[in-house]
């Protein structure tokens, strides 16, 4: 799990749509990372995939509530998969408004990430002319919809509709995609980080 160290700053958001910094009159949204050490878009990379790790999280509580109710167990479940669980566990009146309430929270959060991510990448490859770390960025970024299909598909198996008709096999084989998956990002961040530092 990539977490943020005590010693990183914190790095401000990108502007909500429709923000801006600007003179009024203007309709150009202002760049808070403009004139921003690329170890700044970079610490900011790396918390942005913290804030997604959380979004990960929060669905998977909810798989995980539903299947210990569903197999009367109260196992601790891997955290990516509670948030899921919980609207399971909520059967058989599945308690679909809170599932599609956290969904779209977590969407919505998701969306916000991936605006940024591909701001900052087109700040590498654009004016700072480092093509190299928005290669990086830019794999990351596809390894995040690599993953989070594949979280999305794995939950959709494990709904009750669909649960005796579970392919074992299919669902390992999700499974590993998923833990392949984030050790890929780990090493994309590592990459990132490291070739950012040689940039400087």
Do not use: N
């Not at 591909?118 to 690599?146: D, M």
């Amino acid at each position: 799990m990539i977490t943020q160290t005590a010693a990183e700053p914190t790095v401000p958001a990108v502007p909500a749509p429709g923000e801006t910094t600007e003179a009024p009159g203007r309709k150009e949204l202002a760049w808070p990372w403009k004139d921003a050490p690329i170890r700044t878009l970079v610490q900011r990379i790396h918390q942005l995939q913290a804030e997604r790790a959380q979004g990960f999280r929060r669905l998977e509580e909810w798989l995980a509530r539903v299947q210990s109710l569903r197999t009367g167990r109260g196992l601790r479940v891997p955290t990516c998969r509670r948030g899921h669980r919980q609207y399971l566990r909520s059967g058989p009146d599945y308690d679909f408004a809170r599932y599609r309430s956290t969904v779209h929270e977590v969407t919505q959060a998701f969306a916000a990430a991936s605006r940024e991510v591909l701001a900052v990448e087109a700040e590498l490859a654009g004016p700072r002319r480092q093509p190299l770390l928005a290669s990086h960025v830019r794999s990351l970024q596809e390894l995040e919809q690599t993953r989070l299909g594949t979280v999305a598909l794995l939950q959709l198996m494990e709904t009750p509709e669909l649960a005796g008709q579970e392919d074992a096999v299919q669902m390992h084989q999700l499974k590993m995609k998923v833990i392949k998956t984030m050790e890929a990002i780990s090493e994309v961040l590592q990459d990132l980080r490291f070739d950012a530092e040689s940039a400087e």
